[in-house]
């Protein structure tokens, strides 16, 4: 989709919409936080209108990051947290390489085998991952089952190491904190479904935060910023 056509009609221009856009989905704020921020700077700007912005503008972010990923390491850490959805606890599986680097996401209603195996088809199906040499991951039963299914329907290979070590595992267990302290001030995720489709937002902007996308250094802000409006052909 052309910038021309993906901004056409909006009352703001395309670098206010991005920036709030950034904002939410890399810091702790609602909407309502954003929009009084706006409001210092001078831009009036109602929380729903910030609200459908990210709607539309994150999801083709997640998107427009995808081919400027680096390739991440064959050395996996694998684990759950817990996200609220419509007031339950559920199941959160995420995993990165060794150098902290997200591989990719899944939300589910049940911790076992039945849902870490799909989570490990979904890694494996990143064009920016590497096949595991050895996936790391906490004494959770679910996942030598999960292991062995994958290797007998030749999903992973046979080498493959599977490695049970809470210690070894600290770094995801770390990097879990940021999603979770980011989702914090949301209203609530009511389904699955905005469920997943806002933790994509957040893990898009997690990585760029992190420096996986090429030209942009880990916690750089201003090469965040040149690197989200070239990706959506906005001029400097």
């Given at each position: 989709?052309?910038?021309?056509?993906?901004?056409?009609?909006?009352?703001?221009?395309?670098?206010?919409i991005?920036?709030?856009?950034?904002?939410?989905?890399?810091?702790?704020?609602?909407y309502?936080?954003?929009?009084?921020?706006?409001?210092e700077?001078?831009?009036?700007?109602?929380?729903?209108?910030?609200?459908?912005?990210?709607?539309?503008?994150?999801?083709?972010?997640?998107?427009?990051?995808?081919?400027?990923?680096k390739?991440?390491n064959?050395?996996?850490?694998?684990?759950?947290?817990?996200?609220?959805?419509?007031?339950?606890?559920?199941?959160?599986?995420?995993?990165?390489?060794?150098?902290?680097?997200?591989?990719?996401?899944?939300?589910?209603?049940?911790?076992?085998?039945?849902?870490?195996?799909?989570?490990?088809?979904?890694?494996?199906?990143?064009?920016?991952?590497?096949?595991?040499?050895?996936?790391?991951?906490?004494?959770?039963?679910?996942y030598?089952?999960?292991?062995?299914?994958?290797?007998?329907?030749?999903?992973?290979?046979?080498?493959?190491?599977?490695?049970?070590?809470?210690?070894?595992?600290?770094?995801?267990?770390?990097?879990?904190?940021?999603?979770?302290?980011?989702?914090?001030?949301?209203?609530?995720?009511?389904?699955?479904?905005?469920?997943?489709?806002?933790?994509?937002?957040?893990?898009?902007?997690?990585?760029?935060?992190?420096?996986q996308?090429?030209?942009?250094?880990?916690?750089?802000?201003?090469?965040?910023?040149?690197?989200?409006?070239?990706?959506?052909?906005?001029?400097?």
């Amino acid at each position: 989709m052309s910038t021309y056509s993906l901004f056409k009609w909006r009352h703001f221009l395309p670098d206010i919409i991005l920036l709030n856009v950034r904002w939410y989905c890399r810091y702790a704020l609602s909407y309502r936080d954003l929009e009084e921020m706006m409001q210092e700077r001078g831009v009036e700007v109602d929380h729903s209108t910030i609200n459908r912005w990210v709607l539309k503008y994150a999801p083709e972010l997640d998107q427009r990051i995808r081919l400027h990923l680096k390739l991440t390491n064959d050395s996996w850490r694998t684990d759950e947290t817990y996200i609220k959805v419509r007031g339950a606890w559920k199941y959160l599986y995420r995993a990165v390489d060794s150098e902290g680097n997200t591989l990719n996401f899944i939300i589910s209603a049940k911790r076992d085998s039945k849902a870490a195996a799909p989570f490990f088809r979904k890694v494996l199906k990143g064009q920016h991952i590497q096949p595991p040499r050895v996936i790391t991951v906490d004494k959770n039963a679910a996942y030598p089952v999960a292991l062995e299914v994958l290797k007998a329907e030749e999903t992973i290979e046979q080498e493959t190491e599977l490695r049970q070590s809470k210690y070894l595992n600290n770094i995801i267990e770390q990097d879990h904190r940021h999603i979770k302290r980011v989702v914090k001030p949301m209203m609530g995720l009511k389904t699955f479904n905005s469920a997943r489709r806002t933790l994509s937002r957040i893990e898009a902007m997690n990585m760029i935060r992190k420096g996986q996308v090429k030209g942009v250094n880990q916690g750089d802000s201003v090469s965040e910023v040149k690197f989200i409006e070239a990706i959506f052909g906005i001029a400097a």
